[in-house]
């Protein structure tokens, strides 16, 4: 299999040396135009499977060419965080909007005009009806992508799935993709397809590297942006990535560093290209020692030298514990993964030793050190 030259540099710059088995199996049928349905174990590169044959596909299509439906709002923005993120990367331009329930959809029709998206990104609802408010012109899309299938082929969703798949063209392709996949999601699968599609499994598991140690802190919510600094020190961490969940807190510590001295720099979704181009290179040789930034943010960094990351919270979903993990620790390099949660965020803490089988350890602080 010959991979698509300017994929193969933009993989690399985002420090991916090889594609995973899940993206090796899917990359041919989708180019081939064939309905795929896939299932592949959480944090295995779902989302690259189906992103890219279906960017090289339409590399020099400049119209509306698929839709990807996602079962949330923030599922949507990382998977357009990550299209955006291979654009960057490998020069193939993809312009993508995320189209989500719970907002008004203004500002969601002006972004369709404003950059006429090749991909659109969201829920269900929110897309079919733009669809239906002729807000969302579909005649031209080719690819029909179902992300996390097992919850959105189900007997709750099925039928404005199908309601939404008769709006665009009747050979159109369909790919789904899950985690876990059971009978019945393969059933409407069938009928979405005419029974027409390649069925693509694999017993791949994705885990931390060993290099890495993962612990977590305890504190009350008022203490965690104290506790960063009590950490640091404890760590001894000179080049470390801080991950918030929020521009509030991540505004909030980069502050709180500054003031104490800390060479430090913050990086979110707002930073324009250059400046963001800037910072990134400023942190990548080791000019800036502490970056703190957002899980979308951070998408499509790569760094060789960085030996910790904190966590300022945790993501409800496993898989953006390993994207944070494995920034740091690259070649082999001793490193550290540390959280600092509340006492209610510890069962995220079991849900993640359980997806990846690892063994995440409570510490605590004592006289700056970091202890049992």
């Known amino acids: 299999m010959t991979l698509d030259s300017r994929i193969q540099s933009g993989m690399s710059r985002m420090g991916f040396s090889k594609l995973t088995d899940i993206q090796n199996k899917v990359y041919e049928p989708a180019l081939e135009n064939k309905n795929i349905i896939a299932c592949s174990g959480t944090g295995t590169g779902k989302t690259l499977a189906f992103l890219i044959p279906t960017i090289v596909r339409n590399a020099d299509n400049n119209s509306l060419y698929a839709i990807i439906m996602a079962p949330s709002k923030e599922l949507s923005m990382q998977i357009c965080s990550q299209i955006n993120a291979i654009s960057n990367a490998s020069g193939i331009v993809v312009r993508a909007v995320a189209l989500f329930g719970g907002v008004n959809s203004r500002r969601q029709i002006e972004s ?39 919850r959105l082929l189900n007997p709750d969703k099925y039928e404005l799935v199908g309601s939404l798949r008769k709006c665009c063209m009747r050979d159109i392709q369909i790919m789904a993709f899950s985690a876990s996949i059971n009978d019945k999601t393969i059933e409407y699968a069938k009928q979405l397809t005419n029974g027409e599609f390649v069925n693509i499994l694999t017993k791949e598991k994705i ?99 960085v030996n910790a990351v904190i966590n300022i919270d945790i993501s409800d979903n496993p898989t953006e514990y390993l994207h944070r ?12 993964c540390a959280s600092i949660i509340t006492d209610g ?26 202890v049992k």
């Open 112 to 150: 369709l005009k404003k950059n006429k998206p090749h991909i659109v990104v969201g829920t269900c609802d929110r897309i079919y009806e733009l669809i239906k408010e002729k807000r969302l012109s579909v005649h031209t899309v080719n690819t029909f992508i179902i992300d996390e299938a097992d």
């Open 207 to 305: 885990s931390i590297p060993s290099n890495i140690k993962n612990i977590y802190f305890i504190v009350p919510k008022k203490d965690k942006i104290e506790m960063v600094r009590k950490v640091i020190r404890a760590i001894g961490t000179k080049h470390c990535l801080i991950f918030t969940n929020s521009a509030y807190d991540a505004d909030e510590i980069t502050q709180k560093l500054l003031y104490h001295k800390y060479n430090v720099a913050m990086l979110n979704s707002k930073v324009d290209k250059a400046k963001r181009k800037n910072i990134i290179d400023a942190f990548r040789k080791e000019a800036t020692d502490f970056l703190v930034c957002s899980d979308m943010a951070a998408r499509g960094m790569d760094f060789k030298n």
């Open 325 to 336: 993990a494995g920034r740091c620790g690259r070649d082999g390099l001793d490193a550290i």
């Open 345 to 370: 965020q510890v069962n995220i803490i079991r849900k993640i030793q359980k997806t990846f089988n690892v063994n995440i350890i409570e510490r605590h602080l004592y006289k700056g050190s970091i």
